[in-house]
């Protein structure tokens, strides 16, 4: 065997045993108390600064996405005095999010903004709203409720980081 086809194939074999390490390396965490914490107020959720430890140097994408709804009212056309609660909720969604270039983290490390974004609901149709028929129009009314909020984390963009990602 050739001298060239020895070194060729310790090289390979280099690069093949040193991919578990450089993967194994990478750890991305929330440091002690670092987790974001997010709260709703109205149509509005907020999430806190994170502190992550672990990231490589790729750009980060933080986003929150939620759904909130809220109750509604039939009101008759011909007796506008006659107002009924509609039968189903408006359904609305939300979010927002963040861009982070890898320049921003330092040996690892990296402080996430804060990110809020908020719900945009709509009126329903009558038959959507639960009205008794096509002859009554809808408003919305009473307090808008957040549910089934995702917070995403990806490094880089696209690529989710599972265990910086939760559900709120």
């Known amino acids: 065997m050739s001298t060239r086809t020895i070194v060729g194939r310790l090289v390979i074999a280099l690069i093949i045993s040193a991919t578990p390490l450089a993967l194994l390396a990478s750890s991305p965490h929330y440091k002690k108390g670092g987790q974001p914490v997010c709260t709703a107020s109205g149509a509005t ?46 359904i609305g969604t939300g979010g927002g999010g963040v861009s982070i270039p890898a320049g921003d983290i330092k040996n690892g490390n990296l402080i996430v903004p804060s990110i809020s974004g908020t719900a945009s609901i709509t009126a329903s149709s009558s038959a959507d709203a639960g009205c008794p028929n096509g ?28 265990s910086l990602s939760f559900t709120f």
Do not use: M, R
């Open 45 to 90: 959720v907020t999430c806190s600064t994170g502190t992550v430890t672990g990231l490589g140097n790729f750009d980060v994408q933080v986003s929150i996405a939620f759904t909130a709804s809220q109750g509604q009212l039939c009101h008759n056309k011909g007796n506008p005095d006659n107002i009924v609660p509609g039968q189903n909720p408006a």
């Open 135 to 162: 002859n009554w129009t809808v408003t919305l009314d009473g307090p808008i409720t957040i549910s089934g909020g995702e917070y995403t984390f990806e490094s880089p963009p696209g690529t989710k980081i599972n």
